[in-house]
Every structure is written in C-alpha cells, then in structure tokens.
T-cell receptor
Framework: DGGITQSPKYLFRKEGQNVTLSCEQNLNHDAMYWYRQDPGQGLRLIYYSQIVNDFQKGDIAEGYSVSREKKESFPLTVTSAQKNPTAFYLC????????????FGQGTRLTVV | AQSVTQPDIHITVSEGASLELRCNYSYGATPYLFWYVQSPGQGLQLLLKYFSGDTLVQGIKGFEAEFKRSQSSFNLRKPSVHWSDAAEYFC??????????FGQGTTLQVKP
C-alpha cells in the first residue's frame, strides 16, 4: 500500500538523550515536512525538505535536526538541546515543490521520562 | 505575516444540528486553503481544499467551505452533524513557498 509510515508510534526518552523519529514514504512525493503538535497550539512546522539533500528550517527548528539523503526518507532527530520535547510529531508529504494537498502519517508520540 | 486563526477552540453542537467552524487567514499572495480533520492520536485527513474557481467547495463526509476573499475567511460548514464528526478540525493556508501553515484547531464535541 502507498503511504507514509512513522515509527515508532510511541517513544520514551530520558533527559539528555537524542532520539530519532522515522518517516518513510512510498508515494514518490518530492516534499516532506515535520510538524510538532501540542494541545491548543495546532501544528507548528519544524523542518521541511522539497528535494533530496536540501532542507529548510521551519518556525521551531531549534533543538531538532533532519537529513534527506533519500527521497523516501526524512528522519527527525530530537536533540538534548530541545528543552521541552514531549509532544506529538507528525510527518507529511506533498507531491511537488509547490503546495497542493499534504498527506500525513499517523504520528509519533514522544514522552520525556 | 502569514497566519491562520481559528477563533473557536472548542465547540459543542447537538447531533443533527448545523455546524460552522470559523477560519481567518493572513497571507500575502494567492492563498491555497485547506480543512483537515484529526481523530485522537491519529494523523490528519483532508476534508476539502480551495485553490481557485468556485468559492464554495464541497468535501468529504458532507462538509463544505466558502472562500470569502474580502473577509479573508474560509469557514467550514455541515448542515447536520453526526456523532462521528466529533474530532479536532484544522484550517491551513499555503502557496508557492512550499510552507503549509495551520491554525490552532477547533475541537468539536457532539451531544446526543
């Protein structure tokens, strides 16, 4: 089936640890996005990539890093510099480099313990 | 600045009643507008989108939205709400920059 796979669904991190969230797509979409969702704040853009080997910071990139080595994959690393990482993280894709419809994965819930 | 405002954080309606969720946007260029729905712990599903043309757009699950350029609004409506419509609804705006900007969301509760 075509789609976007985020893994794991739940992730627990100890303070001071880096963790990586996976986002894989087989839709052959050019652009991929990472959003963070907190209650009452909607979705905030962390990073996005419109082509392989290129990515741009979103509105809340501090404490996060990404890579786009393959078209299918856009992993997000939450570093120890992110002071409040507990949130729901959503990966999305868009077919081309302009805005059409965004397709979303099922999300990863990250909790700091 | 580009932004989306959903003035109502939480709305409660009775099953069978009509629904209108408000969305106002600020965008410097021609906006592309979207409404998404999210069930708890899930990703977002597209309800409908507006790019150009007829300002009244039809979506899935009986939803529709009207683009009003003069009011910078894109309100979502449904004539008769079902209990299964209870969810969180997000309005979003985008364009040729490649960025999609979301509102804060409106949580819909449906009373039996």
């Amino acid at each position: 089936d075509g789609g976007i796979t985020q893994s794991p669904k739940y992730l627990f991190r100890k303070e001071g640890q880096n963790v990586t969230l996976s986002c894989e797509q087989n839709l052959n979409h050019d652009a991929m996005y990472w959003y963070r969702q907190d209650p009452g704040q909607g979705l905030r853009l962390i990073y996005y990539s419109q082509i392989v080997n290129d990515f741009q910071k979103g509105d809340i990139a501090e404490g996060y890093s990404v890579s786009r080595e393959k078209k299918e994959s856009f992993p997000l690393t939450v570093t120890s510099a992110q002071k409040n990482p507990t949130a729901f993280y959503l990966c999305a894709t868009i077919p081309g480099q302009g805005i059409t419809e965004a397709f979303f994965g099922q999300g990863t819930r990250l909790t700091v313990v | 600045a580009q932004s989306v405002t959903q003035p109502d954080i939480h709305i409660t309606v009775s099953e069978g009643a009509s629904l209108e969720l408000r969305c106002n946007y600020s965008y410097g260029a021609t906006p592309y507008l979207f409404w998404y729905v999210q069930s708890p712990g899930q990703g977002l599903q597209l309800l409908l989108k507006y790019f150009s043309g007829d300002t009244l757009v039809q979506g899935i699950k009986g939803f529709e939205a009207e683009f009003k350029r003069s009011q910078s609004s894109f309100n979502l409506r449904k004539p008769s709400v079902h209990w299964s419509d209870a969810a969180e609804y997000f309005c979003a705006v985008g364009g040729n920059t490649g960025k999609l900007i979301f509102g804060q969301g409106t949580t819909l509760q449906v009373k039996p």
